[in-house]
């Protein structure tokens, strides 16, 4: 019935280690993108902003003389 010597200070640094590596994992999953993955986002979001003012229609305001008391 006897277990195992655990070196406790590699025990805890195992334990840390797993911990960054799991934490690492979720950074990659949450914010890793490649820069061409960027770049197509960027240039979608470009290409819907020009077909969005391409349809949009000036409204022509009368100029004031500044005196609108």
């Known amino acids: 019935m006897t277990g195992?010597?655990?070196n406790l200070r590699q025990f805890r640094?195992?334990?840390?280690r797993a911990e960054r590596e799991k934490q690492a994992e979720q950074?990659?999953?949450s914010?890793?993108?490649t820069k061409a993955e960027?770049?197509?986002t960027t240039a979608l979001n470009e290409k819907a902003s020009k077909?969005?003012?391409q349809g949009r229609?000036?409204?022509h305001r009368p100029v004031s003389?500044?005196?609108e008391d």
């Open 4 to 6: 195992d010597v655990v």
């Open 31 to 33: 914010f890793g993108r």
């Open 65 to 67: 003389d500044g005196d």
């Open 27 to 29: 950074n990659r999953l």
């Open 38 to 40: 960027k770049s197509l």
């Open 13 to 16: 640094k195992r334990q840390a």
């Open 51 to 53: 077909t969005l003012d």
């Open 57 to 59: 229609l000036e409204a």
